[in-house]
């Protein structure tokens, strides 16, 4: 891959010294004090000030009335599925999954820890194309999939790349429907969505709301996340089955299933650390999308798209696709991938090749669900009705599917916010000589 670095369209490039991450943490020193106060005042584990005042801080940003700060984005979207599954259909017997039996609608492109929580409480995902103008649900998949499975209750949908969905619409088909939202906000913290006329944060917007402070978001604590909720009732449970599930009397006595998903107070210092500089991380991130969008002015290229009347992303991530007649012939198998370099085209995997070999992260698009080997299986539903078996030997046609397209020709881009504008113009001009 480094013999890129030898070809000639990218004569005069050297690589960088030090490496262009995707999206790395950012500190700002405040991390530090909160860390070393917990541990000062000997308040490690799973209590203390550094949580409550997250908690409150979250609570402050995103308009809910109830956040519970939890180990992981990924444990908030388990709490938040269980949650919601028993309100639908009860509780299950503690060796059964609460959403046996069950389907549930779920957003194909996104990061699969969106949809695990489905199969961790046996249910089945039914997956819901992508539609191009967010990168998210498809309203018209999702009305498709109601009439296709009218008895489904509960909708799991992500804000890939924070990046918010059409919330306005997919609320009012759950609505028609009876069904639940858990929203997946762990990309899209501080993006925000109009709703009824009024600005909604991503994570207020549904019935049950999930963050993540990941390594890699916009906000860290190194790991963690929050469940977002109006109910006090929905918090405490979520709080007490994410502490082992612990009735109230001075032995330990369970009733529920139990889990070890709270959040540490030495985490939460991280987190509180980051929280007031969310707004000026979003702001670095937002120029960096729009610089590379001016930077590919003449690229056969596009960048990620967003809802612009009825949304204000937190650009995460900036991504982008290349127009077809610019795509370069590629193949992707299961694991590995060939590519050709063609004069004036390019493919995703070629620019990705590029980057690495001057030192710098970009990444594929979310690989759909629908296409995942572990739920090759699954139903899946396009605003034209069912994505799977599309193709007749006998009749000619074409196969409608939003999110392999995006899959097949979209990136991430290097979106970290300590890169310099120096440093992001070589990546522009890495990726403008892909296509030389
Ligand atoms: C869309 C999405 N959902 C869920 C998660 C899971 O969050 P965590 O890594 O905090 O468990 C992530 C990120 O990691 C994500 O990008």
């Not at 620019?351 to 698009?365: K, M, S, T, V």
Request: one cysteine or more; a negative charge; glycine letters at 8%.
């Amino acid at each position: 891959m480094n013999e890129l670095r030898k070809d000639p369209r990218f004569a005069g490039i050297g690589p960088f010294e030090k490496k262009i991450w995707l999206s790395s943490p950012t500190m700002h020193g405040d991390e530090l004090s909160w860390i070393t106060d917990a541990i000062r005042k000997n308040w490690v584990t799973t209590i203390g000030e550094n949580i409550d005042a997250i908690e409150q801080e979250v609570c402050a940003l995103t308009g809910v009335k109830y956040a519970v700060a939890l180990a992981s984005g990924t444990s908030s979207l388990h709490l938040a599925v269980k949650l919601a599954a028993e309100k639908l259909y009860g509780r299950a017997r503690p060796d059964k999954g609460t959403l046996e039996g069950q389907k549930v609608f779920a957003s194909d492109m996104t990061f699969d820890a969106s949809i695990n929580p489905i199969a961790y409480e046996d249910g089945e995902a039914v997956f819901i194309d992508t539609e191009p103008g967010t990168w998210n649900m498809c309203p018209d998949a999702l009305r498709r999939a109601f009439g296709q499975y009218p008895g489904v209750r509960l909708v799991v949908m992500a804000h890939v790349y924070g990046t918010p969905a059409r919330m306005q619409e997919i609320k009012d088909i759950c609505a028609e429907h009876d069904a639940l939202i858990v929203e997946d906000a762990a990309e899209s913290l501080g993006a925000e969505c109009l709703l009824g006329g009024k600005w909604i944060q991503t994570g207020a917007a549904g019935d049950f709301g999930c963050i993540s402070f990941n390594g890699n978001k916009i906000i860290t604590g190194s790991s963690g996340g929050m469940f977002l909720t109006d109910s006090k009732e929905d918090a405490d449970k979520v709080r007490k089955w994410s502490t082992q599930s612990r009735e109230a009397a001075s032995w330990y006595q369970h009733e529920e299933v139990g889990y070890n998903y709270r959040m540490s107070n030495l985490i939460a210092g991280t987190v509180r650390g980051q929280l007031p500089y969310l707004k000026e991380h979003i702001a670095q991130k937002k120029a960096i999308w729009e610089r590379y969008e001016k930077g590919f002015d003449e690229l056969p290229v596009k960048m990620n798209p967003w809802d612009r009347e009825k949304s204000r992303p937190n650009f995460w991530l900036s991504c982008m696709t290349i127009n077809e007649e610019a795509m370069a012939p590629s193949v992707r198998g299961e694991r590995d991938c060939l590519y050709r370099s063609e004069s004036g085209k390019s493919s995703p995997d070629e620019i990705l090749d590029a980057l690495r070999a001057f030192n710098a992260e970009g990444r594929p698009i979310w690989k759909p669900m629908h296409l995942q080997p572990i739920y090759r299986m699954n139903a899946f539903v396009t605003a034209r009705g069912s994505g799977r078996g599309q193709t007749n030997a006998y009749i000619e046609g074409e196969t409608f599917d939003v999110g392999a397209d995006i899959f097949r020709r979209g990136l991430c881009l290097p979106s970290d916010n300590k890169m310099t504008p120096q440093e992001q113009d070589k990546i522009i001009e890495i990726i403008k000589r892909c296509f030389s």
